[in-house]
């Protein structure tokens, strides 16, 4: 196969052996090529300057900006370029917010080597790729109210170790404001207490320590 029909892959992660696995992988596929590697988000975005890629994939933690930032800002410097986000972000709000930005596929890091490679062609064919145990976590949340920016405020306060005073004075915000805001905060994680909230926050990707 042509070197020209190739699918033409970056990959961003900050983690060389991640990047190394990724480039023995995508070295065995005659339909594909290692097009540059990136281990945050500003070189990423300089390599794209100058290659010619068909697909990014995106790791959701760097060094420098998240992945969802990052996604956005390939996405907008030029068309006919995909983002499939590679993660080890498994929570419904990571994967809501991925494609919120644009990404086209969410792999989980871990699944195997076929379900990257069925991403990979899948999104460069022009289609969706969403397994079916992201979807289930999507699926769980359908619905659900979501925070507001001050309630992610408070809530990382919490999470911080902060009693509603100390999180009122760091916000610049009352004390019974902010008993309101968690009041709210527990309503819509459907849990019973502050320990609970923060604990389903991160394991679904609301919040990140």
Known sequence: MSSTKKIRILC?????????GLASIIALQPDMELAGEA??????????RALAIDIALV??????????????Q????????????LTSYEGDADIQRAFAAGARGYVVKGTGRDELLAAIRTVHAGRRHIPGSVA????E???SEKLT????????EIAAGKRNK????????????VKMHVKNILEKLEVNDRTEAVTVALRRGILHL
Request: proline letters at 1%.
């Open 141 to 143: 949340h359908l619905g």
């Open 59 to 72: 790791d959701l933690r760097l060094k420098d900006m998240s992945g969802h930032e990052l996604t956005r």
């Open 166 to 177: 100390e999180v009122g004075a760091a916000l610049g915000i009352a004390e019974d404001t």
């Open 39 to 48: 281990e945050s988000g500003a070189e990423a975005l300089h390599l794209l």
């Open 136 to 139: 289930e976590k999507i699926a």
């Open 74 to 85: 390939i996405l907008a410097h030029e068309s006919g370029r995909q983002v499939i986000v």
């Open 12 to 20: 961003v992660d900050d983690h060389p052996i991640v990047r190394e």
């Open 149 to 156: 920016d001050r309630e992610l405020q408070v809530l990382a």
